[in-house]
């Protein structure tokens, strides 16, 4: 009976989030851990071209931390993601 209600922790794991509009993208990196979803940082890349992104993201100035900006925005992009996300 112990075995059955025992539940494997899962691991966390991070993705990304691109949204492209007018040749600017907004990166979003993003955690998801204990079947919720969190934002960690975002920033603005100015080219559509994601292996570029993806592959040189971590090299650049990312801007403030998403916990440090106003909180209002916080919730703004955390609502963006979850219309777009559908």
């Not at 539940?7 to 007018?22: D, G, H, I, N, W």
């Not at 993208?25 to 955690?31: D, K, R, Y």
């Not at 994601?50 to 993201?57: Q, R, V």
Request: one cysteine or more.
């Amino acid at each position: 009976s112990g075995e059955e209600d025992y539940v494997e922790p899962s691991m966390p794991l991070r993705f990304t989030v691109l949204a492209t509009k007018a040749g600017h993208t907004l990166v979003f990196s993003c955690l998801s851990e204990e079947g919720a979803s969190s934002i960690q940082s975002v920033a603005l890349a100015t080219t559509e071209d994601e292996t570029t992104i993806l592959n040189n993201g971590a090299e650049k100035y990312q801007g403030p931390e998403f916990l440090e900006l106003a909180q209002d925005l916080q919730e703004s992009f955390s609502s963006f993601l979850e219309s777009e996300d559908g």
